[in-house]
């Protein structure tokens, strides 16, 4: 089914769906009271699924959320929570993880990872970012410890202070309807602090378990990009002792931030600290001693003999690795 024809399907379906239309208010009810009432919300369920699976994979997503919706609507809340997709890992889906809390939430289901982490987007540094698979797993696994402990994360301690919606949980969202219901209660967790401090701590302890695990220093406490550095070139030159942090006696209390000993090449990290003043890094005072300090190490090597190569952000691995092996 192409795409045009998919929409308008869907839009024909929900247009027909028996409501109960408000007589003061702005939002439609479903009306489910009759078997053919039931019949006609179940059909929509079904066949809005269907459409999913014959369309796009880049715009089936929609047709799954509006199938969800017709299950919620007809009170199958299992169903639609079942049907209703988590957002796409790395991103912020607010709404979507919104949706699926409120649903976990009446069916007393657990919270997941992919919930915590796409509420408010992977609050994650760009080291996170680039390893969100296991920043996941690890917060899968403070869950069912949580869990486990008998403590097990409730998403009625976000509902105190979660906006609600006067009318309740909103069906058919881009649409042209209406209808709401109720059951679920229809919180907007996006917008409660208290979800968002938990989400933010769960994550932030999750990266660090990782960090550790990979040797690198926690959130706040190190420079991630030399070590990424470190083990780039370890991995490419797995024929070489490659050392980080390396002390030769003739470097005095400076050591090498990568080194390559068996050809005399070592790898020194530049972050805008070495460039240029950065009120972070102590500004112009502690500029000029970078400098010196940079001075130094670079006049003791070229001494003894071995090549110095600076690394900046941005840096192609391909042609450190040329370098390096440069005669």
């Known amino acids: 089914m192409d795409r045009e024809e998919a929409f308008a399907t869907a839009k024909a379906l929900i247009s027909g769906l028996p409501v109960n239309k408000s007589a003061i208010g702005f939002w439609d009810t479903p009306r489910t009271t009759s078997l053919t009432e039931q019949a006609a919300w ?7 699924e ?31 929570l079942t049907m209703l997709p988590p957002a796409t890992i790395g991103s912020r889906g607010s709404v979507r993880a919104s949706d699926r809390l409120n649903l976990k939430h009446e ?4 919270v997941d990872a992919r919930d915590i ?10 080291f996170g970012r680039s390893n969100i698979e296991a920043i996941e797993l690890h917060i899968q696994l403070q869950l069912d410890l949580l869990a486990a402990s008998g403590n097990a994360l409730a998403i009625a301690t976000w509902t105190a202070d979660a906006h609600r919606h006067p009318a309740g949980y909103g069906l058919f969202s881009g649409q042209p309807s209406y209808i709401v219901t109720n059951p679920p209660p229809g919180c907007s967790f996006p917008l409660s602090r208290t979800a968002e401090e938990c989400c933010t701590r769960l994550i932030r302890e999750a990266e660090n378990t990782w960090r550790e695990e990979c040797d690198l220093p926690r959130i706040g406490e190190g420079w991630v990009s030399e070590t990424q550095l470190y083990y780039a070139v370890k991995a490419a030159l797995s024929a070489f002792e490659v050392v980080q942090h390396y002390r030769p006696e003739w470097l005095g209390r400076q050591h090498l931030d990568v080194a390559v000993p068996q050809i005399r ?17 102590g ?16 006049s003791k090597c070229r001494r003894h003999g071995w090549r110095l190569i600076y690394v900046r952000e941005g840096y192609s691995l391909g042609t450190v690795i040329a370098e390096i092996l440069a005669s």
């Open 42 to 48: 179940r059909s929509a369920t079904d066949r809005l």
């Open 50 to 80: 269907q459409i999913a699976s014959e369309v796009e994979p880049n715009v089936a997503f929609y047709f799954l959320i509006w199938a969800s919706d017709a299950a919620v609507g007809l009170g199958d809340l299992r169903r639609g």
């Open 107 to 110: 069916l007393a289901e657990p």
């Open 117 to 126: 982490t796409s509420l408010f987007g992977p609050k994650v540094t760009a």
């Open 265 to 281: 090449v070592a790898l020194e990290y530049q972050g805008a600290q070495h460039d240029q003043p950065v009120a972070f890094f």
């Open 283 to 298: 500004g112009a005072e502690a500029f000029a001693r970078t400098v010196e300090r940079d001075r130094r190490k670079l």
